[in-house]
């Protein structure tokens, strides 16, 4: 099983390296790093390269970590005991018609070997984390109710992304590969704008990744990052522009700040 | 095989753990391991879990694998100058005119090879100690000339990067733990302080409510849940900003923590010059005047950051009318407020921007404030102190 880059998703050969040893090494894989580095993207072509298919869980702040894999509907089951079953055909005696498995649930019990991608893991609370510590190691989780274990009969391959937006425990991040992806230096961005506009004027590209670069180390609130530059060189591209600036102005300058207080900073500092 | 890099890194400050160790010899075993590249990714993926130790780390292999020049004996000395690394950098610097072949050729070796690592060290403040240049006695599959045919760049302009070639880059040394606070570690500084805030799930059962009701309903099932209350913190920063030396400062941490407003129930900031007396401004040109009186009156459970670098002339802080600004006119001296500003605010930290190493050298005036108050240095790992020294508070 090996995972190479796609014409779609360019990939760092460090990452896809790492990518490779992480899957046969069996390990959940941590990716942090700034938003638009494509940690979240990474997940889904590794699932598409290799023919698998996946299981999303977004992670919310709500999240206790069970619900991961399984629920189970107590409130439906007492809801069918007072009023039937009707047509839908559960059995009221049998639990497992009242179990609901989740993402994680759902990978471990599949016949086919699955790529499980826990988003913004950094969303939930150290609690949560703490929970899903056995389930990630060893890729098992116990359904409380009937005391029955369910075992991954076929490892999936773990994705895990976080925004650090908040830390994540120690022992959480034992049990991962981590990997921080940088952002990427322009030789590389432009590998990746090149696949979004294949046909891109060569000195549009060298002269808008500049300003991008330079307005990335002003250290605004909300750094542009590459979701931005794909947008504002689609902007560009729209019009006709052979050139990012138009009078001395940066053209659709709000597709690449988005905020006020650092679109007002640039200007003063333009004048 | 590599404990002495395994305690390496520990020395380094990477934690590392036995389980690790294991870990790395499975990767072995499966064969993942197939060059130095290679070996330079598995480690760094089962070794290194937190962003801030890949510099460390980095320059942990890069000294351990690539050698550091204290620790070269003569022979291995030959081998290399012949090596890859050394004679590309020897024609950059010929190409860029920072060397004539000449002054090569004039130069003595030891200052030959003191410049090469210096391009490769440029920035390293610690010269971490106890590193080999491996492969001399024929135990390793990694002779030192092997590397060199590997083509690893020590430095220099790379084309396609391959994972061991950024070494010397120092990519990672903005997320270092000592790392001074600057655009590019605000995220993980904000990480930090993300600690103070309890943030738990927003719904809750409640239980006695829906027993309650459940009665009142006979038996049917009623549901009643609570919202778990937050605990929303109101955050106070005192920031001096008198002089030049302060204001690149001032600015981070204004951006760090209004990036958290969302987070606090109210967020202030109020500015002084090197110390505070009866009051501070909550301007930054020091035109409205707030009496220290007024804030008193806010609650006492604030948390007060207080963010400057502790460096006066003693006479501002100890003496009756000793502020540098001939208008403010107070006869009880700078420290008695401070001291009355602790007793008030229990929840008080004072970060300075200069760093823990170097408050040795400061004014006496340091030492007298760092005892008042609990003071941290400005870094990534001052701040998670300040965070861990409320937190603790708190719990007390």
């Known amino acids: 099983m090996q995972f190479t880059s796609t014409d779609r998703y360019y990939l760092n050969p460090e990452l896809e390296e790492i990518v490779n040893i992480a899957i046969l090494m069996e390990k959940p894989l941590l990716l942090s790093g700034e ?47 007072r009023f039937g079953t009707g047509d839908t055909g559960r059995n009221i005696s049998d639990i497992w018609d009242y179990l609901r498995f989740g993402p994680i649930g759902r990978a471990f019990r599949s016949e086919k070997r699955r790529v499980l991608l826990l988003d913004e893991i950094d969303k939930t609370d150290s609690d949560t984390q703490d929970n899903l510590l056995d389930v990630l190691e060893d890729n098992s989780f116990i359904i409380r109710e009937i005391n029955h274990c369910v075992k991954a009969e076929n490892k999936p391959i773990i994705i895990i992304t976080s925004n650090a937006k908040r830390e994540l425990s ?17 030789d590389e961005i432009s590998k990746i704008v090149k696949l979004h506009y294949p046909d891109i004027d060569k000195k549009l590209l060298q002269s808008s990744t500049d300003v991008f670069y330079k307005l990335r ?55 | 095989m590599f404990i002495d890099f395994f305690q390496l890194l ?38 290194v879990k937190r962003v801030e130790h890949f510099d460390a780390f980095e320059r942990a292999f890069a000294a351990y694998f690539l050698g550091q020049i204290d620790r070269l004996q003569i022979p291995e000395v030959d081998t290399f100058l012949t090596s890859k690394p050394f004679q590309d950098w020897l024609n950059k610097q010929i190409e860029e005119g920072n060397l004539s072949p000449q002054a090569i050729h004039n130069m003595p070796l030891d200052e030959l090879l003191q410049k090469f690592w210096e391009t490769l060290l440029k920035q390293q403040e610690e010269h971490h100690g106890g590193n080999r240049w491996i492969g ?38 903005n997320y270092k733990q000592d790392a001074k606070l600057g655009a590019e570690n605000i995220r993980q500084a904000l990480a930090t302080l993300k600690h103070m805030i309890p943030v738990g799930p927003q719904n809750e059962l409640d239980v006695d409510e829906t027993i ?62 090197n110390c505070i007396y009866e009051g501070v401004y909550s301007d930054v040109q020091h035109r409205n005047f707030v009496p220290l009186n007024s804030l008193f009156q806010k609650d006492k459970d604030i948390r007060l950051f207080i963010v ?13 009318y000793g502020a540098i600004n001939y208008y403010v006119e107070n006869a009880i001296p700078g420290i008695d407020w401070l001291r009355l500003i602790a007793d008030t605010f229990p929840y008080t930290v004072w970060l300075n921007p200069i760093e823990k190493k170097y408050w040795y050298y400061q004014s006496s005036t340091l030492d007298a404030i760092s005892e008042i108050f609990h003071m941290q240095d400005l870094t990534l790992n001052g701040l998670k102190n300040a965070v861990t020294y409320l937190e603790d508070k708190k719990e007390k």
């Open chain 2, 308 to 320: 400057g670098d502790a460096n006066m002339a003693p006479s501002e802080l100890f003496s009756p």
């Open chain 1, 217 to 271: 180390r002003e250290g605004f609130e909300k750094p542009p990052a590459t979701a931005e530059l794909l947008d504002w060189l689609g902007a560009l591209q729209q019009q006709g522009m052979k050139s990012p600036e138009n009078d001395g102005e940066i053209a659709f300058l709000g597709s690449l700040l988005k905020r006020t207080e650092d679109i007002l900073r640039f200007k003063r500092q333009r004048r």
């Open chain 2, 212 to 273: 309650y009701r459940t009665c009142k309903n006979g038996g049917e099932i009623d549901f009643v849940f609570k919202r778990e209350l937050r605990d929303r913190l109101k955050v106070v920063l005192f920031m001096d900003n008198g002089g030049y030396s302060m204001t690149p400062y001032v600015r981070l941490v204004r951006l760090l923590f209004s990036k958290m407003r969302s987070q606090f129930k109210d967020l202030d900031f109020y500015y002084f010059h």
């Open chain 1, 170 to 186: 120690d022992p959480f991040l034992r049990r991962c590969f981590c990997h921080f992806i940088p952002f990427p230096q322009s």
């Open chain 2, 136 to 173: 001399t006695g024929g135990t390793s599959p990694w002779g030192h000339s092997g590397n060199a045919q590997g083509g690893i760049r020590v430095h220099g302009a790379g084309g396609n990067k391959s994972a061991i070639k950024v070494l010397g880059q120092n990519r990672y040394t």
């Open chain 2, 10 to 47: 520990r020395r380094c400050g990477v934690p590392i753990s036995f389980q690790f160790i294991i870990e790395f010899f499975a990767a072995w075993e499966k064969g993942l391991v197939t060059n130095l590249d290679r070996l330079f990714i598995v480690m760094r993926l089962i070794f």
């Open chain 1, 35 to 81: 938003a638009g580095t494509g940690k979240t993207q990474l997940a889904f072509e590794i699932a598409k390269t290799l023919g698998l298919e996946m299981e999303i869980a977004r992670c919310k702040s709500t999240f206790k970590g069970e619900e991961l894999c399984y629920v189970y509907d107590t409130v439906l089951r007492l809801n069918d005991s």
